[in-house]
C-alpha cells in the first residue's frame, strides 16, 4: 500500500492513475504528472518515459494500472513530501484484486441506516414522507448507502453520500430549531434529497468517474428530476407547493448560480440547507484519513489543520 512506501523504495503496485498534465520538457522529451492512489494515500507522480506518457496522455478520467517506479523526494514540493517516479505502466490483468483502489471513509452503513430512520420518523406531514420513500424505494436505497458524494473532494468513498446527506439533515434541523418558523419536514425531505442526482451522476466503477448523463445534465438538474418522477408515482399525488419547496431545495442547495445552482437560495429552508451542505462539505476536509499537522487544501484552497501527533 502507498502509505507503506519510502524515499528510495522501488515498486511494482496498482494504482488509480488521475493525469493533471502531459507536456514537453525542456530538454525535448515529454512528461506526465498527476496523482497516483490506492485508498490508503494518494501521491504526484511524474513520467518521463514516452510509452508511458503516450498511454497517460490518451485518458479521458481515472484508471487503474500496474506501476513500475520509484519513491522519490517531490522537488517540485519544496516541502520534504514524496512522489512516484513512474518508470513502466500496464494494464492490470482481469483476475486481479482491485478492491484496495476503492476509497473507504470508514462509514457504519447500519448506524447512518438507523439515523436516516430517525430522520424520516421526525417528519410529521404523510405526504412528504411519502414523497421521500418513495424516491429511496427499491434499487435506490440500496446505491444510496454505498455511492461517494464525491469524485475527489469531498465524501469521496463508500458510503460518503449516505454520510454527507444524513450529516446535512441533522445540521439543518439543529439549525432549524434556532430559527423561528422553519419548516422542519421541508428542512429534512431538502437534506436527504438535497444530492440524490450524484446515484446517477457519479459512478461507483474504480475512480468513481462522471456518467454520461452526469456530464450532460450535473446531479442539480438529475436530483429535481427524480424527485419529480417520484412524485408522478404517488397517489394521492402530493401537492404542488410542498412538492416545489422541497425541489428549490434540491436546485438552489449550492446557495448562488454562480457556485452551480440554477437559482439562488429564496426560501429559509433553502438558505439553512445550503449552509449545513456548505458546512459538512467543509468539515469533511478534517477526517482523519487525511492524517495530521498543516496540510494544504485543494477544495479550500489553503493550508489547514489537521490536529498534532
Not at 37 to 42: G, H, I, L
Request: glycine content about 12%; aromatic content about 8%; charged content about 25%.
Amino acid at each position: 500500500m502507498l502509505t507503506e512506501f519510502k524515499a528510495g523504495d522501488k515498486i511494482r503496485h496498482i494504482v488509480l492513475c488521475r493525469v493533471q498534465k502531459v507536456g514537453n520538457s525542456a530538454n525535448g522529451g515529454v512528461f506526465a504528472r498527476g496523482f497516483a492512489s490506492d485508498n490508503t494515500a494518494a501521491l504526484p507522480f511524474i513520467s518521463f518515459d514516452g510509452y508511458t506518457v503516450d498511454v497517460l496522455r490518451s485518458l479521458t478520467g481515472p484508471r487503474a494500472f500496474v506501476v513500475t517506479g520509484t519513491i522519490d523526494m517531490n522537488r517540485f514540493a519544496g516541502d520534504g513530501s514524496l512522489q512516484l517516479l513512474i518508470q513502466k505502466i500496464e494494464p492490470p490483468l482481469p483476475e486481479e484484486d482491485l478492491s484496495h483502489l476503492l476509497p473507504d471513509g470508514g462509514v457504519d452503513l447500519n448506524e447512518y441506516g438507523r439515523r436516516f430512520d430517525l430522520l424520516l420518523g421526525k417528519i410529521k406531514d404523510a405526504d412528504i414522507l411519502r414523497l421521500v420513500r418513495q424516491v429511496f424505494s427499491g434499487r435506490i436505497w440500496a446505491s444510496f448507502r454505498t455511492n461517494p458524494a464525491g469524485m475527489s473532494y469531498h465524501h469521496a468513498y463508500i458510503g460518503g453520500l449516505l454520510e454527507h446527506s444524513v450529516d446535512t439533515a441533522e445540521l439543518a434541523v439543529a439549525m432549524g430549531e434556532k430559527v423561528k418558523d422553519a419548516d422542519q419536514d421541508i428542512l429534512i425531505a431538502g437534506s436527504l434529497l438535497h444530492d440524490i442526482g450524484k446515484l446517477r451522476e457519479i459512478s461507483q466503477d474504480i475512480g468513481f468517474p462522471y456518467t454520461g448523463e452526469g456530464k450532460l445534465l450535473g446531479h442539480i438538474a438529475i436530483g429535481a428530476m427524480m424527485a419529480e418522477e417520484a412524485a408522478l408515482g404517488m397517489d394521492p399525488p402530493i401537492s404542488g407547493e410542498k412538492l416545489q419547496l422541497i425541489v428549490h431545495i434540491i436546485i438552489s442547495h449550492h446557495g448562488d448560480q454562480e457556485k452551480g445552482s440554477p437559482i439562488n437560495c429564496r426560501t429559509k429552508e433553502a438558505f439553512i440547507v445550503h449552509y449545513a451542505d456548505e458546512l459538512n462539505s467543509v468539515l469533511n476536509q478534517f477526517h482523519p484519513r487525511e492524517g495530521k499537522g498543516w496540510q494544504y487544501n485543494k477544495m479550500l484552497a489553503r493550508n489547514i489543520f489537521l490536529g498534532g501527533e
